[in-house]
């Protein structure tokens, strides 16, 4: 399999996160037209940046007219930026949304389809449905006033106890149910953490590629992207660190255990020491593990959790993909100086991921039905898994084995366009995720991503001899 392909000029790319920034205010409404923008040189030591960085995303925004330069003057904010309405017709103006707002992978999962291969989902048919409906008549039972009241913000205390001691536990490390967080899905635990410690042009690590949806998210913060090639061996430690030492990331998004969307999983020896230089240059490691138990041949390597004394690491370990995606449970783990604010940024979110679902999940993750269903799913999921690899062997397309996980990160031929082959898949009720959307440069346009979990097996394996007859043709 080849290498994922290498930038050596990610630098030269960040006069478009600039400009981007830039654009991004003036839409807000925090420069209108004919204000003077901040000179090169005062915007350069705002952002931390190289004043010919500031400088070619000044000149893309003469370029584009979103600018305009008055001699010995500066920089102003051309008119054409808003739309113009008579004086006293400004209700006639539309209601429009202060930020641009983005979510690629949605935008692909809400289309419908036969053959639904980019949802990271696993089958309902696989799901415990009627062991679960008992378990929410018992938590009824249990909790006759459930429904008339609210969790705290934290997440019930008798479910942070149950998971903190299940993962002290597996991980062989210290945690009280003081220092977990409940949140309604991982992906909102990434959007607390991004609003809560990310500034506009903050400088954060990501994997490249990585989940589409913390990019969406990252960015429309404002973050600044350095990117962190992952190999089916890891990642080039030497890379991570000059990273870190040139750039000081304020954090380093990372999928390191059935890896999102390539299915690889970074060595233990390599999480020690990613959790020594996280330490060394004060860099907040983002460890989400949402695939954890979903291993196909041996448990994979601890968490780098594990290994986090001073508090450096934040654990992200989504549960409820695998038990009922909609009960939307996930453990946030953190010492308490980054777990605090978190807390906050919660409560004002939602006040709280609904009690109701917390129960249910509880009671049923306490029983031992939970341990014969996941057993039971890894089976049915590495038959999945096979049965593609198996469809596929006729093409001439590479990738690595994964070892656990939903996924199987495809790499096609360059003389094939997968925009082309996504438009006409989708025309015959067939997705997948295009690699450019995991990207950060959003180059890796070789590349796909297809989940293997949601569909059943006799429609997985025609769903995917369809997909290959349709790049043959």
């Known amino acids: 399999m080849k290498n994922a392909p290498r930038t050596t000029d990610e630098g030269k790319r960040l006069f478009r996160q600039v400009y981007d920034h830039i654009v991004t205010r003036i839409e807000r409404g925090e420069w209108k037209p004919h204000d003077k923008l901040p000179s090169i040189r005062l915007l350069s030591e705002q952002l931390r940046m190289n004043r010919l960085t500031v400088f070619r995303a000044y000149q893309l925004l003469k370029q584009d007219r979103k600018a305009y330069v008055k001699e010995k003057s500066g920089y102003y904010v051309s008119s054409g930026n808003q739309e113009h309405f008579p004086v006293g017709h400004e209700g006639n103006r539309p209601l429009s949304a202060s930020v641009h707002l983005k979510n690629s992978m949605n935008d692909i999962q809400q289309i419908p389809v036969v053959y639904q291969f980019s949802q990271a989902l696993i089958d309902p048919n696989l799901l415990p449905n009627l062991f679960l409906s008992d378990y929410v008549k018992k938590v009824f039972d249990i909790y006759p006033k459930l429904m008339g009241t609210y969790s705290t913000p934290q997440g019930d205390a008798e479910l942070r106890e149950t998971l903190g001691r299940y993962l002290v536990g597996e991980l062989r490390t210290q945690l009280t149910a003081s220092e977990l967080l409940i949140t309604s899905g991982a992906q909102q635990a990434i959007d607390l953490i991004s609003r809560t410690f990310v500034r506009p042009m903050d400088a954060i690590l990501v994997e490249r ?109 989504g549960f409820s993909k695998y038990v ?29 991921t609904p009690l109701v679902n917390q129960k249910i999940f509880l009671h049923y993750f306490e029983s031992e039905r939970m341990r014969q269903h996941i057993e039971k799913l890894r089976t049915a999921l590495h038959m999945r ?89």
Request: with cysteine; charged share 25%; proline share 7%.
């Open 209 to 317: 590629p990585t989940y589409s949806a913390a990019i969406d998210i990252f960015r429309q913060q404002g973050a600044r992207f350095h990117s962190v090639d992952i190999q089916p061996d890891g990642y080039d430690l030497e890379q991570v660190e000059n990273l870190m030492r040139t750039h000081k990331p304020r954090l380093f998004y990372m999928n390191p255990t059935f890896h999102n969307p390539t299915g690889y999983t970074v060595p233990s020896s390599q999480r020690k020491r990613l959790v020594e230089l996280a330490e060394r240059y004060r860099c907040l490691l983002i460890e989400d593990d949402a695939f954890h138990d979903i291993y196909f041949d041996g448990p994979p390597p601890p968490p780098l959790f594990t290994y986090d004394t001073d508090g450096w690491v934040v654990y992200l370990r």
């Open 324 to 352: 009922a995606p909609g009960l939307r449970i996930c453990a946030v783990a953190a010492r308490q100086a980054v777990l605090q604010p978190l807390i906050t940024a919660k409560s004002l979110a939602d006040n709280g």
């Open 385 to 473: 898994k096979d049965i593609v690899e198996e469809e596929l062997a006729a093409t001439d397309w590479k990738w690595v084995t994964p070892q656990g996980g939903l996924n199987l990160w495809l790499q096609l031929p360059e003389s094939l366009s997968v925009e082309a082959l996504l438009n006409e898949c989708l025309r015959q009720s067939i997705s997948f995720v295009p690699g450019t959307i995991c990207d950060p440069l959003g180059e890796m346009t070789s590349w796909i991503r297809l989940s293997y979990s949601f569909v059943s097996e006799g429609q997985l394996r025609d769903g995917v001899k369809r997909l290959a007859d349709i790049a043959r043709r």
